[in-house]
RNA sequence: GCGCCCGUAGCUCAGCAGGAUAGAGCAUCGGAUUCCUAAUCCGGGGGUCGCAGGUUCGAAUCCUGCCGGGCGCACCA
């Protein structure tokens, strides 16, 4: 099986999402909704006055109608593409906008003619210093120190709320992540899929949508059933009745030993002797019971929780998936047919066999894909439909699921699954995370699951650290092959990520401890009360700049489904801040507390408390802990 | 054979819903510490963005075809 293979050729993405065996339809914590809490008093606030460069688009836009209002260029032209962002060389200005190439074709007339007009107009605003062309046709834009230093202020009036914005206008999203198979607790591959997921649910709440967090526990198939051979051979070794040589597929799981014992003490020897029929569903429910303990408390280890946990033997049995049948039949997407033969390689034991068919191909699948499997039991896909069906219809209109890549060849079937079944209502977006390697020392770690060699999250999380595992499982995309070293993840050094971010933390933290030993006032009021015209250093003005990106960053990130991004942004954050603070070593009146001069030192202490905050906060999307010292 | 993902500096990877002279870390070479944490910083060298076409004012980014690697390919999950 995929998700069991990758793992066992020594990887680790396999996210599993197969069988199991749990009871009840939905379970769910009590938890404050606080991550994805609504904030109205906030809303004006989320307007563009947040982020800079919204606001300058506002201000071209502006600068076009008026354009075209006295005829200087045509009425009614498509602004959709227009751009405002920081551009690649600083020598370019602060900002950039593509106005006059976007719009050239459109008004027929040259760009650097439409940019010229543009400069022209926007020249003249109030925020900004400078406004020059560029060939082909770029207006390159310098605004006034003010307007930073203005922008740094807001950044404090918000505080932890700086950066959230109603991008996804309360949208309901359905992030399904983790869903590893009820067999095992998690282990390193697991771990990756999860915290993508995780991070990936705090970003998209952060940026206005309404997110539900979701665990698909697989108990519905034959895996429970070899989990529960499993069990029973452990349950005869207890009791002295030699069961001889593990089968082959049937789990080795220590884990499983305890189990069985637990059976032996509380139920005795009475499933001894007894034919399968008798024990198996009993030692199956048991199993899952057992594994999905294990695996709630290696989320916890993680720092994870799940707003819902749903069962697919539940969904099964509460008829969900012939109501998903009937609702595809209605629409004439359901027939019995026969499949052709795989192509490629040949199948030894493969026939024709007609079977009930889910049209999969009218939505772009290469095949149509099996309902039913010829012993008469649901196949997988037809629960996974079914659950699918089930999100949408508690109200999810975007369900974002993370799987292993090895699960690659799933994707099309259940995009078109959930493009029937909601009448394309409904979008489906799966990531794939690829496979984890480990390291200790630069040699790869060797994993086999057979083996039972597999590295347990639990022990990994045990020797680096949830945060330090949390942050290294964001630090590249979820579509590339990660290297994870185990003695480089706690080393504290520049070239480990985490610590680099933390550090910068923590030297702000230092400073605010020093500020308060000289006397100032460090509460949030006395800071935003700072004489920011103080700020007159360009490395300094420099570090608000990049303050002031944070937003775009958010909405970037949200939009791509990529929170690596916000790794990557607060590495750079904490680089320009160390830079600056090294500056200070080697030109003392750039140090950040000035004894002589308390008006500067106040204006940088504001200054930092907006870094720290930002750093604090993409951390907390990450669900890493910020620490205040480094020792 | 088919589908999906990937191919960027010696190595590991970013590259912001197509934007200007493609970036970072490691490695390498050279510098900075009486002073807020040197667990840091500054600088040098290093590139046919796999190859070839196409779309576009503009392509690492979008499209097509090759080459190379990963994952998957009835009735498993």
């Not at 006059?100 to 040259?110: D, F, G």
């Not at 069990?231 to 009791?239: F, N």
């Not at 003490?265 to 019971?289: I, M, N, S, T």
């Not at 070293?485 to 910068?504: C, G, H, I, M, T």
Request: hydrophobic share 40%; aromatic share 6%; glycine share 8%.
């Amino acid at each position: 099986m995929p998700a069991r293979r990758l793992a066992e050729d020594g990887g680790a993405a396999g996210l599993g999402r197969d069988g199991g065996g749990g009871a009840r339809l939905y379970r769910r914590h009590d938890r404050p909704l606080c991550r994805a809490r609504t904030r109205t008093h906030l809303q004006h606030a989320l307007g563009p006055s947040m982020n800079l460069y919204e606001t300058m688009l506002e201000r071209v836009r502006e600068a076009l109608a008026r354009l075209a209002e006295r005829g200087e260029l045509p009425a009614g032209l498509d602004t959709s593409r227009i751009t405002v962002e920081p551009p690649r060389d600083p020598a370019h200005g602060q900002m950039a906008t593509n106005a006059a190439l976007v719009l050239a074709r459109q008004a027929r007339r040259r760009p650097l003619e439409i940019a010229e007009l543009l400069a022209g107009e926007l020249a003249a605003l109030p925020e900004v210093a400078s406004a020059r062309t560029a060939p082909p046709g770029f207006v390159n834009l310098v605004l006034h120190d003010d307007v930073w230093r203005r922008q740094l202020r807001t950044v404090l009036e918000l505080g932890h709320d700086y950066g959230r914005t109603d991008l996804g206008r309360r949208e309901r999203v359905n992030v399904e992540y983790c869903s590893a198979n009820p067999t095992g607790p998690l282990h390193v591959g697991h771990g990756r899929g999860t915290v993508v997921g995780d991070a990936l649910a705090n970003l998209l709440a952060f940026a206005g949508y309404q997110v539900t967090r979701e665990y698909y526990i697989n108990d519905g198939g034959g895996q429970i059933e070899a989990l529960a051979r499993s069990i029973y051979h452990r349950y005869r070794e207890l009791l002295g009745d030699d069961p001889g040589p593990l089968p082959e597929g049937l789990y080795p799981l220590e884990e499983l030993v305890a189990v069985a014992r637990t059976i032996v003490e509380e139920e005795g020897a009475r499933w001894l002797g007894q034919p399968e029929e008798a024990w198996l569903d009993h030692f199956g429910r048991r199993g899952v019971a057992a594994m999905m303990a294990l695996i709630r408390e290696d989320l916890e280890r993680l720092g994870v929780r799940h707003d819902v946990f749903t069962s697919e033997r539940a969904l099964i049995e509460a008829g969900r998936i012939e109501e998903a049948i009937a609702a595809l039949e209605a629409r004439g997407l359901v027939y019995v047919g026969t499949l052709p033969p795989p192509k490629g390689r040949p199948v030894e034991d493969w026939e024709p066999t007609p079977q009930l068919l889910f049209r999969a191909t009218a939505f772009g699948d290469d095949v149509d894909r099996p309902l039913r499997r010829s012993n008469g039991a649901w196949t997988y896909f037809a629960a996974d439909m079914a659950y699918h069906f089930d999100k949408f219809r508690r109200g999810h209109t975007t369900l974002i699921d993370v799987w292993g890549a090895d699960h690659g060849g799933y994707v099309r079937r259940m995009e078109a699954a959930v493009a029937a079944l909601t009448e394309e209502r409904a979008r489906l977006e799966v990531l794939l995370c690829q496979i984890v390697h480990l390291y200790e020392r630069g040699e790869p770690v060797r994993m086999s699951k057979r083996a039972g060699t597999l590295v347990r999250l639990r022990d990994v999380i045990e020797r680096v650290g949830r945060d330090v595992f949390r942050f290294m499982m964001l630090t590249r995309k979820n579509d590339a092959p990660l290297d994870f070293d185990l003695e480089k993840a706690v080393e504290q050094s520049r070239d480990n990520p985490v610590f680099y971010v933390q550090y910068a933390h923590a030297r702000i933290c230092s400073v605010f401890r020093h500020a308060v030993e000289m006397g100032h006032a460090v509460d949030p009021d006395s800071l935003r009360a700072a004489d920011l015209d103080r700020l007159e250093d360009p490395g300094e003005l420099e570090l608000v700049r990049l303050v002031a990106e944070w937003p775009r960053v958010v909405v970037a990130a949200a939009r791509a489904r990529e929170p690596h991004r916000i790794a990557f942004y607060l590495h750079d954050l904490a680089g320009s801040f160390h830079s600056l603070w090294t500056r200070g070593k080697e030109d003392a009146t750039l140090r950040f507390l000035l004894a002589d001069d308390p008006a500067r030192t106040q204006a940088r202490l504001a200054m930092l408390a907006a870094v720290r905050g930002v750093i604090a906060n993409g951390l907390g999307i990450m669900g890493v802990e910020p620490v205040e010292e480094l020792h």
